[in-house]
């Protein structure tokens, strides 16, 4: 995705903290070195995060598979990772006034790192594309409950509610005008949130903008 991406715009930064992941990465950009786009991007072995400084990720596998995550930092497989704030890492870049695209693929870290994003959101000129995880993130709480072997059914509309919660603190940190599917069908957000009752499931994309989608959507 990021080789592409060079392909296209004016400069791509790509964050991979899985240190696995990344080598294979770091391979896969000095073999396209010779690429007229490839100064255009920049590549990090970091995470962006709430906060700089050292965080942990941990993978359900052995890693490099593209599904680590902060959901998974109790596993057996796991590594301490440098993180850095996107607000840092704009002032740094000096990207504040910039037309920034972001697409955020980070296997259920959205459900932490989205919501310290709304000011940045609304600050400056941003297209999000969001892949959201809701399967992992109930994995992560039935694991954190599976001591409790209760199975009552207050105990599971308190699960439900809790998920439902995590949908909702999402949608409001999202503070664009627009929010559609990525086949440019709008997205209500009423209609996920009843989805996340119902059916304990939510979107699995988003795109969110200020600029209304093209064509008949």
């Keep these: 995705t990021a080789l592409y991406a060079a392909q296209l715009a004016k400069h791509v930064y790509a964050f991979e ?4 992941a990344y080598k294979e990465l770091e391979v896969n950009v000095n073999l396209n070195k010779h690429a007229g786009w490839s100064s255009r991007l920049s590549i990090y072995n970091k995470a962006i995060a709430a906060n700089s400084g050292t965080i942990k990720l941990g993978s359900r596998k052995r890693g490099g598979d593209s599904m680590s995550s ?4 109790d596993r ?3 590594w301490e990772i440098q993180a850095i704030t996107l607000q840092q890492f704009i002032e740094d870049e000096k990207l504040q006034n910039e037309k920034l695209f972001i697409k955020m693929d980070i296997e259920g870290g959205e ?3 989205i919501p310290g994003l709304k000011p940045l959101f609304a600050q400056y000129d941003v297209d999000l594309y969001l892949s959201v995880h809701p399967f992992y993130l109930e994995e992560s709480q039935a694991e954190v409950q599976a001591q409790d072997k209760e199975n009552s059914l207050s105990k599971r509309v308190s699960q439900r509610l809790t998920f439902v919660k995590y949908q909702v603190k999402l949608l409001r940190a999202l503070p664009f ?4 599917h990525i086949n440019g069908r709008r997205l ?10 119902v059916t304990g499931d939510f979107t699995h994309e988003i795109v969110a903008t200020n600029t209304k989608w093209g064509g008949k959507y």
Excluded: M
């Design 17 to 20: 903290p899985d240190p696995l």
């Design 70 to 73: 902060v959901l998974f930092a």
């Design 76 to 78: 057996e497989t796991s």
């Design 111 to 113: 459900y932490e790192l």
């Design 177 to 180: 005008k627009y929010l559609y």
């Design 188 to 197: 209500s957000p009423y209609k996920q949130i009843l989805k996340a009752v």
